[in-house]
Structures are given as C-alpha cells and as structure tokens.
Antibody, heavy 116, light 110 residues
Framework: QVQLQESGPGLVKPSETLSLTCSVS????????WSWVRQPAGMGLEWLGR???????NYNPSLKSRVTVSRDTSKNHFSLTLSSVTAADTAVYYC??????????WGQGTLVTVSS | QSALTQPASVSGSPGQSITISCTGT?????????VSWYQQHPGKAPKRTIY???NRPSGVSYRLSGSKSGNTASLTISGLQAEDEADYYC??????????FGGGTKLTVL
C-alpha cells in the first residue's frame, strides 16, 4: 500500500517560490512515476508535472517555465517548486503516483495560499 | 494543452443509469487507451475508479464502467445510489507525454 504525504508552507508571498515535498512510504521512488496535481477551490484538477524512474521530467506546457519536479532518492521523497507565484496559484496541491496512464494513488492534499 | 470537455453536471434518480462523456482530440483521448476516471467527494482527494478506458481497480463497484469511441470516452454508472453523488473527472495521457484532465462533472442523485 503506497502512502503519500505532502508537506510545506501553507502561505507563500506573491512573486516568491512555492516549494512542497512529498514523502513516500510503501514504494521506492526510483521504481515508479510521480506527479503533482493541483485544484483551486471549487475548480477542477490541473496536472503540473511528473518525474519518471530515469529522472526525466515532463511538465504542463502552460506552467513549464515556472515548475520543477525533482526527487531525493536517499530520502525517498520528491518535490515541487513553482516560481513567481500569484494569487492564481492558490490551490490544494496533491502529490501522486502515476501508473497505467493516469494517477493511481493520491496524497491527502495540502492547501497553499498565495497572499502578502 | 486544452482540458478535456465534460458536461458540468448530470443527474439521475436512484436505480437509474447515467453516462458522463469526456471529449478530447487525436492527441490525447483518441491517441491511446490511457483514459482514467476519478471520483471526488467534497473535501477529499480524488479516487481512481476506471483506468485504461474500461478497467476497474480492485474494490470499485461493478456498477461503474468505461468505454471509448474515437476522441470521446464515457463513464457509465448504473443502479445509481446516493453514495455515487460526487464530482467526476476524466484524464488522458497525451502524445506530448503529459496528462490532461477534464473540467469535471457534478453528479447529483435526485
């Protein structure tokens, strides 16, 4: 049973960088594909990016210039950074495991608010 | 990439069947059999209910089924129950090695 837990600041100032970490248990992050998804309040899901076993990454084209997904295999966690944030980046952020062409396992989500 | 197109809302009475459509393009839904469907109750994380167009994960009710024709995928829920009331999202893998979601459909059980 794979478990994922997001952690990071719940409040980020406009123009600064949002950073979140996803701690994984029950699986080695080196063996699977991992993703980040976000959901603004009352709105739909938006896929942000993924990192695959080789360490290569893919990103949502609409955010590609601002988003980075990375991993630390020694700590068995992966991370999200989103630069130059605005109020439009306020959302619940989910870390997730990608499998069979979609998202198989989800973290519980963490709310990040962008405000001064 | 543009979001997949889903109806904003559908409704049905207990015991009835409903179908939610998910329309994409030749670059996503039409390109691969990598369409998933997710159920999300208020305040909860999404839960995948269908993967690879028509496969049900262990523990998901047989009342949920998926299909695809061309660039449109569909989720059918038969024998509607109160517990089915939730938001439903589709997703598809794309030819750019990305994932795109639908805008979501609110299912109301009358």
């Amino acid at each position: 049973q794979v478990q994922l837990q997001e952690s990071g600041p719940g409040l980020v100032k406009p123009s600064e960088t949002l950073s979140l970490t996803c701690s994984v248990s029950g699986a080695s992050i080196s063996d699977y594909f991992w993703s980040w998804v976000r959901q603004p309040a009352g709105m739909g899901l938006e896929w942000l990016g993924r990192i695959i076993p080789s360490g290569s990454t893919n990103y949502n084209p609409s955010l590609k210039s601002r988003v980075t997904v990375s991993r630390d295999t020694s700590k068995n966690h992966f991370s999200l950074t989103l630069s130059s944030v605005t109020a439009a980046d306020t959302a619940v952020y989910y870390c997730a495991r990608w499998d069979q062409g979609g998202i198989k396992d989800w973290g519980q989500g963490t709310l990040v608010t962008v405000s001064s | 990439q543009s979001a997949l197109t889903q109806p904003a809302s559908v409704s049905g009475s207990p015991g009835q069947s409903i179908t939610i459509s998910c329309t994409g393009t030749n670059s996503d839904v039409g390109a691969y059999n990598f369409v998933s469907w997710y159920q999300q109750h208020p305040g909860k994380a999404p839960k995948r209910t269908i993967y690879e167009v028509s496969n049900r994960p262990s523990g998901v009710s047989y009342r949920l089924s998926g299909s695809k024709s061309g660039n449109t995928a569909s989720l059918t829920i038969s024998g509607l129950q109160a517990e089915d009331e939730a938001d439903y999202y589709c997703s598809s893998y794309t030819t750019s090695s990305t994932l795109v979601f639908g805008g979501g459909t609110k299912l109301t059980v009358l």
